[in-house]
Nanobody, 122 residues
């Protein structure tokens, strides 16, 4: 079981900022696209942003212009800078690695983080 470590969530007022991070273990390599998803209460999990190995990015319309996704391939990390947060951004955020090679099992597959809470409220 690959453990992805997410950090940076919490409670913030509307208009504030948070930076989420996702770290994959060193035994993971050849990571394909990476992405952030979120799941709000009573709603389906949705794609927030994604980034290719060459750092091409894609954002949902709801966060475009406010969120910035980035990755460091050498450190197996991915971040999501979230600015001008709104109450509707409240959700559990999940990181996802696509097509990553696990050098413990030598299997390639997708991996999810455990999720981290982001709450935007005054």
């Amino acid at each position: 079981q690959v453990q992805l470590v997410e950090s940076g969530g919490g409670l913030v007022q509307p208009g504030g900022s948070l930076r989420l991070s996702c770290v994959a273990p060193e035994t993971i390599s050849s990571i394909g696209p990476m992405a952030w998803y979120r799941e709000a209460p009573g709603k389906q999990r949705e794609l927030v942003a994604s980034i290719t190995p060459g750092s091409r990015t894609n954002y949902s319309d709801s966060v475009k212009g406010r969120f910035t996704i980035s990755r460091d391939n050498a450190k197996n990390t991915m971040s999501l800078q979230m600015n001008n947060l709104k109450p509707e951004d409240t959700a559990v955020y999940y990181c996802k690695l696509v097509g990553a090679l696990d050098r413990v099992t030598w299997l390639r597959g997708d991996h999810w983080g455990q999720g981290i809470q982001v709450t935007v409220s005054s």
